[in-house]
């Protein structure tokens, strides 16, 4: 049996078994989390504005900031000069980093542990994230090669007794997912919470970062969410991808950056907008009623109506993501 076979099809297995769970979950009625729904058609436009007003919008601003210490983290995956559907595009990095700055941040910095390329400065360099960098005088920590604190993996959903986790996570006050909008081959979708792989150490769990991979991608997803406790989701679906994410895809014109506190919520959200169901998704399951609300009755929608900027995004032709539509 092929290893991706295997992966997609013990994920449909384990979200079959959450349906009770999900179905306890959504009679509880956790408390409403407010997600932003920004129209962006571009990377010209005024991100910084659009990103200022919907953060605005889900109750973050400078009272919050003034004074903190805020931790970028995109996706930042392959050197893949000339794909703006792969990586964070570095538009949205620097719209974000001068947001926090103009409200008085301490420290802004941009962090990331590529998953799949050991020379983070290479990623740098061919994403162009590195002349935006350089360009603000933005801080960058390659968290493949930070220095390791483990803490117990209290959340529990993989077998691994302890987390290996970057020291830089623990000298901020602010931890912001900057993910893209994508498909993925094994876990259906990658958004704010998969993007939180790439704190993870290299050194520690491999590229590409395989010691977390033979754990189960949608258990550990949950155990590093649980373990790092991220503040704060912007996701770059400008231009997103679809079909073999999250490298080999394609582009997808989505037009939106969507924001929020509660990264279950913000990635339920942006799963409605690419129509894939996301109780069907197993982290996002295993998310319900813990680290966060997926259900549509728990979010407070502001900004775009999700109707009005919903499209399929194209998933691989395999019987284990049929699921995530029906």
Known sequence: MKRRTFLTGAGVAVTAGLGAKLACDKAKRPPLASVMIARATSYDGDLEAIIRSGLREVGVGSGAIRGRSVLLKPNLVEPCPGAPHVNTHPAVVRAAAEVFRGWGARRVLVAEGPGHCRDAQLVLEQSGLDAVLAGSRLEFVDLNYDDIVLVPNRFGRTTLPQLALPSTLQQVDWI?????????????????????????PGIYYGWPKNVLHHAGIGKSVLDINA???????????IIGMEGDGPIMGTPKHAGVLVMGTSLPAVDATCARLMKIKPERVEYLAGASGRLGPIFEENIEQRGEPIAALAQPFRLLDHPSFAALRS
């Open 176 to 200: 912001v997912s900057l993910p893209k909008m994508k498909t993925h081959h094994w876990a259906g979708v990658t958004l704010s919470m998969k993007n939180l792989f790439g704190v993870m």
């Open 227 to 237: 373990a790092v406790k991220p503040h704060l989701a912007i996701v770059d679906g």
